[in-house]
């Protein structure tokens, strides 16, 4: 299957920093990506949609300005998490659609996802 | 918003056992997908199943699809201490679209 990166996959900041997470698609391209929200022993659930060069859709109840997202290029999304709380804290991972097969390919490609810990 | 459910929520098995769990969904599906998560990991695609087949085998997982029902189940057979991980099943509206995860089942194979 394709491979999508995801950089870093631990990392601890303090509150109220910022916190950035990139997701890479490295053999193909991306033409949507979808970022993921995990705490622990519960399910994933999607936070946004993103279609390079246009704006993020998100879900319902998921703050925009807080949650940052850049799509700005075919194999690359960023996730930026600003003023960062403990209640952030959470696994965070990217999917990435697009695919050998062609645009419109039906299975989604996940990176490795992202541990955040905020303290 | 989720969209399946997975059942049981937990499940304990010895090795060499077959484990079977379910998921249920709510609106109409383009394919539904199952995937596995070692804790605090990545998730692993296992098997996709689109809306027009009933039944799908790879390796020792089988899946089934019943779209009146609007259920799903994956059986893993002859199952391993390996498999010990988190199950979750996926659907996507339409191909390509977002995939919406159920709850998922946790699998414990104790050898």
């Known amino acids: 299957g394709a491979v999508v990166s995801q950089h870093p996959s631990r990392v601890i900041c303090k509150s109220g920093t910022s916190v950035k997470i990139e997701c890479r698609s490295l053999d193909f391209q991306a033409t949507t990506m979808f970022w993921y929200r995990q705490f622990p022993k519960q399910s994933l659930m999607l936070m946004a949609t993103s279609n390079e060069g246009s704006k993020a859709t998100y879900e319902q109840g998921v703050e925009k300005d807080k949650f940052l997202i850049n799509h700005a290029s075919l194999t690359l999304s960023t996730l930026t998490v600003t003023s960062a709380h403990p209640e952030d804290s959470s696994f965070y991972i990217c999917?990435?659609?697009?695919?050998?097969?062609?645009?419109?390919?039906?299975?989604?490609?996940f990176g490795q996802g992202t541990r955040l810990t905020v303290v | 918003s989720q969209q399946g459910e997975e059942d049981p929520q937990a499940l304990s098995i010895q090795e060499g056992e077959n484990a079977t769990m379910n998921c249920s969904y709510k609106t109409s599906i383009n394919n539904l997908q199952w995937y596995r998560q070692n804790s605090g990991r990545g998730l692993v695609h296992l098997i996709l199943i689109r809306s027009n087949e009933r039944e799908k085998h790879s390796g020792r997982l089988r899946v089934t699809l019943d779209t009146s029902k609007k259920s799903s189940s994956l059986l893993i057979t002859a199952s391993r201490a390996a498999d010990t991980a988190s199950y979750f099943c996926?659907?996507?509206?339409?191909?390509?679209?977002?995939?919406?995860f159920g709850k998922g089942t946790t699998l414990s194979v104790s050898s």
């Open positions: 999917s990435a659609r697009g695919g050998r097969q062609g645009a419109g390919g039906t299975e989604a490609f």
């Open positions: 996926a659907t996507a509206a339409q191909a390509g679209t977002a995939l919406i």
